[in-house]
């Protein structure tokens, strides 16, 4: 099982951006698809994005679509989310995990961080 650290989140304002960070532990990382998700206070966990095991595909919900761009270095067990055009709903609690990425994400196992709070400001 692999294990995620997320970072990056801070308080920025609308039309503002941010890139967040998770870095994995585990030699197992370079061979799971890794997604995003967020957690608006009140509201369930929502699937922001995804990348498969070697990078050759992403999802991206359509909430994000255009404004936030996944990617990852597999040398350093890093998958980094940049996010731009940033709107006060994109405020949450940002996690990592690993997934099966396809037309969506779903998590492969029921382990999360602590996440990244992102607080973005009218």
């Known amino acids: 099982e692999v294990q995620f650290v997320e970072s990056g989140g801070g308080l920025v304002q609308a039309g503002g951006s941010l890139r967040l960070s998770c870095v994995a532990s585990g030699s197992t990382f370079p061979g799971h698809d890794i997604g995003w998700f967020r957690q608006a206070p009140g509201k369930g966990r929502e699937g922001v994005s995804c990348?498969?095991?070697?990078?050759?595909?992403?999802y991206s919900a359509s909430s994000v679509k255009g404004r936030f761009t996944i990617s990852r270095d597999n040398a350093r067990n890093t998958v980094y989310l940049e996010m731009n055009s940033l709107t006060p709903e994109d405020t949450a609690v940002y996690y990592c995990?690993?997934?099966?990425?396809?037309?969506?994400?779903?998590?492969?196992?029921?382990?999360w961080g602590l996440g990244t709070q992102v607080t973005v400001s009218s």
């Open positions: 995990a690993a997934v099966v990425c396809g037309f969506g994400l779903l998590p492969k196992f029921d382990s």
């Open positions: 990348i498969t095991a070697n990078g050759a595909s992403t």
